[in-house]
Nanobody, 123 residues
Framework: QVQVVESGGGLVHPGGSLRLSCVASGSISNIYAMGWYRQAPGRQRELVATITEGDTIAYGPSVKGRFTISRNNAKGSALDTVNLQMNNLRSEDTAVYSC?????????????WGQGTQVTVSS
């Protein structure tokens, strides 16, 4: 089992910055990727950014160049903490941001989600 906890959401003005953190605990040796997704009211959940244990990174098109995902330890170490630095925030970035840890358990992919953290961009 893997537990995922997010932190760092809040209210910010347009053009401002926020940093989200996600910590995974439990059977972290099974985790091969972690990432951030977001869902705004009335919209489908969308990819924000992901990082693999091998440091392969991917971003959603709407955040590329403004958001940066990073990990707290070096490649080759267990992937257990990822951060999302969000700069130049826009009103359309307002959403619930959720962290997911993807793990391989007995040959099956298991996704573990956190509770989510609200990010509101408003003047």
């Amino acid at each position: 089992q893997v537990q995922v906890v997010e932190s760092g959401g809040g209210l910010v003005h347009p053009g401002g910055s926020l940093r989200l953190s996600c910590v995974a605990s439990g059977s972290i040796s099974n985790i091969y990727a972690m990432g951030w997704y977001r869902q705004a009211p009335g919209r489908q959940r969308e990819l924000v950014a992901t990082i693999t244990e091998g440091d392969t990174i991917a971003y959603g098109p709407s955040v590329k160049g403004r958001f940066t995902i990073s990990r707290n330890n070096a490649k080759g170490s267990a992937l257990d903490t990822v951060n999302l630095q969000m700069n130049n925030l826009r009103s359309e970035d307002t959403a619930v941001y959720s962290c997911k840890a993807a793990a391989l358990v007995s040959g099956k992919v298991m996704d573990y989600w956190g509770q989510g953290t609200q990010v509101t961009v408003s003047s």
